[in-house]
Structure formats: C-alpha cells, structure tokens
C-alpha cells in the first residue's frame, strides 16, 4: 500500500489527502488547494518559490484559489477579504485594527527576517505612501504632507506630526489607524465612504505581498 510520508516531520499518511490536512494542521507545509489542478500543492512557508507562485498564478492566499488576471483577484480581495491580513491570514474586527496590526511590525510574514521594530518603521512609512499616493485617500491627509509621505520621509515617530484628519470633524492623527478608529467610532458619525477604504486597503496588501518576495530574494 502506498503511503505518503511528510518531508518535514516525516509522519506518514494513508492518502494525498489526508498528507494536505496533515500539514494544514501541523503547519509542516503551506498548502494551494488551487495547484494541480486543484489537486494541491505544498509550499515551504514563507519561502520566495511560495510568494511567487502568489504573484504570477494571481493566487489568493487565504482561499487558495488562482485567478486568471490580476484584476480578477483585486475583485475578489475586495469584495470578500477587507478586514484580512493577506500576511498572516488573520481576520479582523474592524479596518482599523488591520491597520494597526499592519503598522504594529507584529505581522509574523513581514517581520520574520527584519525584526520588529525595522517591521514597524517600514511597514508605516509604506502605509503612509500607499494613503498619500492612492488619489481618493488625498482628502483624508493633510495637503502639506502629501510630498513627505510619497518620498517615504520619517514622519511619524517622535515627531508629532499628525499628517491625517477626518474631513468632517477636523480631528487629525499621527497613523492611519488612528484616522480610521475615530471614522468607525460613534463620535464622528460619518462613515467613510467604503469606496476610498477599499482602494487603500488592497493597494497596502498587494504592496506588502510584493515587498516579502522581493526581500526574500
Ligand atoms: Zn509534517
Ligand atoms: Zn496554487
Ligand atoms: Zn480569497
Ligand atoms: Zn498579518
Ligand atoms: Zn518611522
Ligand atoms: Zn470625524
């Protein structure tokens, strides 16, 4: 009888199948159900070979399905994974928290090789680009800013700058997160319009995506 054995922890399994689920649970493997024409593949976690097969099969990483364009996976990214960290896979309450968690250098993908705090620094200054050169986000940031924050300038630690404000309130921030906190909250009643958010939301995820492979390399 045929047996298949993981490469990694080397436990043995009745069935291709059973070795997909297998290394779902024991995280030996990534598993792309969508490889193989659908008969799945298995991946070294976090390795450049995995993060550009996501790139050119247009892959979603959370659903492991491959779509034929990269508009076809952006229209899937928006309509069913807003509050998804497309890094580490994990679903958040609300935008602002995937932001924080973004900005935080926490994301496990992103900070595996940097460490924390060099995670954080870039993971922001990225942020703050994508925010200023996504053209619906322009009336969320101050106008003096824009320029600072497309060139990826040191703006936000210890400086007290505070580049984003909410158009109606007034309020501003010194992080996106913090912007978008105060939108979700009662106090300013206003909900952003889901339209700039959602363009903002997979231009940072598509960024950060090509910003791991390219590291790897
Ligand atoms: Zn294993
Ligand atoms: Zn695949
Ligand atoms: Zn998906
Ligand atoms: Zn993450
Ligand atoms: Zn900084
Ligand atoms: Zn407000």
Known sequence: MRSWVCTRCYSVSGSWEELLLHCRLHRCFVVCQGCNFKAGQLWIPNSWEYFWHLQRCHVCAVCEIHFDTPEALDKHILEEHLNECLGCKKIFATCSSLIAHLESGQCTTQSFRAGREAAQHSNRVIINRCAASCRRWQQFIKEEFHGLMITGCHIDSGTGI???????????????????????DQVCGQRLD?????????YIAHRSLVRVAKQLY
Request: hydrophobic share 30%; net charge positive.
């Open 162 to 184: 505070r580049p984003y404000k909410c158009p109606k309130c007034g309020w501003d921030y010194r992080h996106l997160s913090g912007l978008l906190k105060h939108v979700e």
């Open 194 to 202: 889901r339209n700039p958010i959602r363009a903002l939301m997979t």
